[in-house]
Every structure is written in structure tokens, then in C-alpha cells.
């Protein structure tokens, strides 16, 4: 079965300390079923310098969300849909939208 959400798609978090921010999937982490989603679930790691010419720092960047707390925004109508799958005439294929019925790709 082909992924419902793939890189470069617009999502909306369903869950947690971001629910309701929209953002961009940057990858898939398909082997934990978690996406990174540009602007979402925001973490600190703090980096001990490794030589005298570093600096010690805190550097902020995103962490996964479970791809069950994210839901494709249909580029349609702008609002957030379930995918579904059609085959077209040549055999391929291809996302729907279930609120609009129409094709995604």
C-alpha cells in the first residue's frame, strides 16, 4: 500500500503541545511510523564543545511526531482530509482527498 503522507506535504498536528499548527513533512521515519514536520514539536539539546575552538550551545530543532498526530491538508480547499486511493484508467495509483474527492497528487 503506498504512504498516505508523503515528503512535501502540508499537515495539521491533531495532538499534543502543537495541536493545530500547520507545517510542511521535511522526512519520513518510516521504520518508527513518525514524520518531521517543519515548525513542530520543538526540542533543546544542549552540545558540550568538542574542541577549544567550539562553544557550548543549545540548539533547538524538531522532533518526530507519530504519523497518527498529523493529517493531510488537502491542497484543494485548504482544509485538513482523510486519503483514500484510486486506481485511474492506466492502472497507476493515486491519492484522494475524501472531503473533496478529488485527486491530491
Known amino acids: 500500500m503506498p504512504a498516505k503522507i508523503k515528503r512535501g506535504d502540508r499537515v495539521v498536528v491533531l495532538t499534543g503541545k502543537d495541536k493545530g499548527k ?19 514539536n520543538i526540542i ?11 562553544i557550548s550551545q543549545i540548539i533547538e530543532r524538531e522532533a518526530p511526531v ?25 492502472g497507476t495509483l493515486v491519492r484522494v482527498g475524501k472531503r473533496s474527492g478529488e485527486d491530491i497528487e
Not at 507519530?66 to 492506466?90: A, C, K, W, Y
Request: charged share 35%; no cysteine.
Open 22 to 40: 500547520r507545517g510542511t513533512v521535511r522526512a519520513l521515519l518510516n521504520k518508527h511510523d513518525r514524520v518531521l514536520v517543519e515548525g513542530v
Open 44 to 54: 533543546k539539546r544542549h552540545q558540550r564543545a568538542r574542541s577549544q575552538n567550539q
Open 66 to 90: 507519530h504519523i497518527s498526530n498529523v493529517m493531510l491538508i488537502d491542497p484543494n480547499n485548504d482544509q485538513p482530509t482523510r486519503v483514500g486511493f484510486r486506481r485511474r484508467e492506466d
